[in-house]
């Protein structure tokens, strides 16, 4: 049902569980209210448009971002897309902290970030539609597109986050479906020396094959030391960070996490700060909240380190991307391992989870 006159509903042919989703499912994000639709990675065909929509029609296929934005505040107009100003109401409310300024509404990802119902259903309702949904030729699949919803532009940001061309080295920590995204980009940029590190055989040998990237498996070795061992003692130019705060950390952090006092473990970032070299660049795709124990800022200070992060400016980078898809410079769907119908979402969130059958990433059909 359309609400305002930029408005359109439209008919789900695709979508998919992010590990984003998981940190809604393990309930580590607060906001969730019952009844609330997940799902921010879907697209399909346009079945309604409100009277002020000029970008898309009834009939055209879309893929669209999960980031909300209006196009026209200050950071829309800056291609900020994620810290759009008006269509995100609900952040500091939750938070109770009014010096905070809430970023964009995005798709399924609770109250906290708007409360928009999600594409994990038959049809959504897609508010700015004049700012974010982009026609997909029919010649591409769903599949091959769908990811332009969030994971593809995520990768791609943390690698032009990251500063990284031709000539460079570059270590991507967690080999889930970011990290894969990035290591692919960073491929299609240039990027010829790519460390993965995970502690799933599944998917680094999976990086390995796709990407050309050297696997490290962080439960049999130490990875910032053997990244600064294989660097003459020097670390890698930049590193990316697609782990995030539900890294697993030591005996402490786990306990002050479950008590809440803290809200994100800082195990991923202290690697990355460990295995990059002197002026280099941290890129954080990975979702982070709250307080964290054991972050080591005298450690990037000495170091020169840049680090950047936060959520994606999906639209910036949408169209850019389709056309790489479109002339076979990327194939984003390489990454699937498992199909299933909508009906069976609750079990394709299980298998995701507990990392079951190999699984990399699910796609659902209505």
Known sequence: MLREPDDILL?????????????LYRGKVPGMKSGDILGHEFMGEVVEA?????????????VVPFVIAC????????????????????????????????????????????????GQAEYVR????NVGPLRIPDALSDEQVLFLSDILPTGYQAVLNAEVGPGSTLAIFGAGPVGLMAAACARMLGVEDIVMI?????RLDFAQRTYGAAPINFDKVDAAEVIVEATHGRGVD???????????????????TKLKIEASSGKALRQC?????????????????GFMHGFLFGDVFEKGLTIKGGQTHAQRFMPELLEHIGNGKLQPEAIITHRMPLAQAARGYEVFNGQEEDCRKVVLTP
């Open 273 to 289: 700060i460990a295995a990059v070299r002197r002026g280099g660049v941290i890129s954080v795709p990975g979702v982070y909240a």
């Open 50 to 62: 409100g009277s002020g929509v000029n970008s898309v029609r009834p009939g055209d296929r879309v």
């Open 198 to 202: 995970d502690h799933h055989d599944y």
């Open 126 to 129: 897609v508010p700015r539609a």
């Open 238 to 256: 930049a590193v990316i960070d697609a782990v995030g705060f539900e890294a697993k950390g030591s005996a402490l952090e786990t306990l002050l």
């Open 11 to 23: 008919r789900v042919t695709a979508t998919a569980i992010c590990g984003s989703d998981l940190h």
């Open 71 to 118: 196009g026209s505040c200050f950071f829309c107009d800056k291609q900020l897309f994620a810290a759009c100003e008006t269509s995100n109401t609900g952040r500091g409310a939750i938070l109770n902290k009014k010096s905070l300024r809430p970023g964009a509404a995005l798709f399924g990802y609770t109250h906290l970030y708007g409360g928009v119902p999600g």
